[in-house]
C-alpha cells in the first residue's frame, strides 16, 4: 500500500510539472503520459470507458448465426411456448375468427358473376379490420408474425417461424372454406390458394423469422449502447443544491 501511494504521488508530481511547463510555453506539444496497468494499481481503475463498437461489416458478419439442428430441436418445448410465438399464433387464428363471423352473410350476398359485384354494398368495420389483420398475420407468407417472433425469440427463431407457419396456414384453408373466404379468392377456386398456403406459409415464416433474428443481432452489435439506460448525472449537484438551501435558511 505504501509503494502504491509513494508511486501515485510520483505520478501526479509529474502532471503538475507538465502542467506548469505547458503553461511557461504555450507553443510547446501538449504529452500525454500513458500510466500502465500495473502502476495503476486498484485504487484508480478505469471508469467511464464505453463498449468498443464494430464496424458494419463486422456486425453483418457476426450476427449470422448457423443453424443448430440437434440444439434447437431439444429446445422446442421453450421455443414453441415463448410469448412471441404464442401471441402470433393468437392473432392469427382470432383475426381468422373474427373474419369469418362477420363476413359470411356479407359474403353470401355477392353475386361475382356481375360486373361490379360490389355495386352498392358497403362492407363492415369489423371485416375491414380482420381482413387487414388476416393479410398480415395469416396471407402466406405471414411476415408481421415472423417478424415479431424473430425480434422477441431468444433462440431457434426459425422453429418458431415454422411452427406459426403452419398455424397461419390452417387459418387460411379454414378461411377459404368458408363463404368469406370468397373475398379472398374473387369467387374463383380456393384449390390453388389451400396449395400455395401450405407450400409458402411455413417456409416463408420460417425465413422471415429468421431474417428479423439476424437483423436485432446487427442492431444489437453495430449499436453497443442500443436499449441501455443513459448515465445519470452525479450526487454532487444534488449535493451542492442541498448545502445552499440549508445555508440560506
Known amino acids: ?27 510547446a506539444v501538449d504529452v500525454v503520459e500513458t500510466v500502465p496497468a500495473k502502476v495503476r494499481g486498484k485504487n484508480a481503475p478505469l471508469q467511464g470507458a464505453a463498449p468498443v463498437r464494430p464496424g458494419i461489416v463486422a456486425s453483418f458478419k457476426a450476427a449470422y448465426r448457423p443453424v443448430d439442428l440437434r440444439g434447437d430441436l431439444r ?10 410465438v404464442l401471441a402470433a399464433c393468437a392473432i392469427a387464428i382470432a383475426a381468422s375468427a373474427v373474419f369469418i363471423i362477420a363476413t359470411n352473410d356479407f359474403a353470401s350476398s355477392i353475386d361475382y358473376t356481375a360486373s361490379d359485384p360490389m355495386a352498392g354494398k358497403t362492407i363492415g368495420t369489423a371485416s375491414n379490420l380482420s381482413y387487414l389483420v388476416i393479410s398480415m398475420f395469416v396471407t402466406p407468407p405471414p411476415a408481421a408474425g415472423a417478424f415479431l417472433i424473430g425480434f422477441t425469440a431468444k433462440r ?9 407457419g403452419v398455424v397461419a396456414a390452417i387459418c387460411y ?8 373466404g370468397k373475398m379472398l379468392t374473387s369467387g374463383q377456386s380456393s384449390s390453388t390458394y389451400i396449395v400455395q398456403a401450405a407450400a409458402l406459409a411455413p417456409i416463408g415464416a420460417a425465413l422471415f423469422a ?32 442541498a448545502a ?5 435558511r
Open 210 to 241: 429468421s431474417a428479423a433474428a439476424w437483423y436485432r443481432r446487427f442492431l444489437d452489435m453495430a449499436n453497443p449502447n442500443r436499449g441501455k439506460p443513459r448515465p445519470q448525472q452525479g450526487r454532487s449537484g444534488s449535493g451542492k443544491k
Open 156 to 164: 431457434a427463431s426459425w422453429l418458431g417461424g415454422l411452427a406459426f
Open 75 to 84: 429446445a422446442a418445448p421453450m421455443v414453441l411456448t415463448h410469448w412471441g
Open 1 to 27: 500500500m505504501a509503494r502504491a501511494k509513494r508511486t501515485n504521488r510520483t505520478e501526479a508530481r509529474r502532471r503538475y510539472r507538465a502542467e506548469q511547463a505547458a503553461l511557461a510555453d504555450p507553443t
Open 244 to 248: 445552499n438551501s440549508s445555508a440560506r
Open 173 to 180: 384453408v379454414v378461411v377459404l372454406s368458408s363463404p368469406a
